[in-house]
């Protein structure tokens, strides 16, 4: 019963996975990081969804199999040789666009409540920039990040950093905040009303 979220990813994700091994891309979210991103996607229809560090779209195609068709997703990495696999696989999806830049730039030129569910997969929107990413979530919208539990590719210095994101998140006054021991560590908060 908990492990058999890969057996049933979407079609497209082994497409994705596949392509993603040949490329040799070494930072790829997990199946069960997938299957809740897709559960939370579905709770929101007609939602505006940001991924922030697309990679080769592993989650992405995760997060369009919850959402409806009424809902939208803005994925943005900097790097366009990893996107180019989730553009290839993913693109033809009318209610994904895929962006390529910062994605602090990307965060900062939005306007406040602009997102009903950000996943931040990068180094923007979790350890840089998180109050202006936080300020991007519409009231019940969802925060959500993985690996958060302490991994072996840490460089040193690193889990003091994760700690403190952790504890920022948990503290913070407009969320509600839930660590979870699933996949790499998750945190998801949700933006009070
Ligand atoms: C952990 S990977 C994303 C994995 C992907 N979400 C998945 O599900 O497999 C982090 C990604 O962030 C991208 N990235 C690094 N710095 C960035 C930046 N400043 N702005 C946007 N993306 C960035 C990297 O190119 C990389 O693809």
Known sequence: MFDDNAAAAPP????????????????PSEPDTGAMLRFLAASKPGGRLLELGTGTGLATAWLLAGMGQGASLVSVDSDPAVQTVARDVLGGDPRVTFAIGDGLDYVRAHPPAAFDLIFADAWPGKYEGLDETLALLRPGGFYVIDDMSRQPNWPPGHQPRGGALAARLKSHPHLATVALGWASGLVIAARRP
């Open 12 to 27: 497209v994700w082994r497409q994705i996975d596949r392509r993603s091994r040949a490329l040799g891309f070494d930072m």
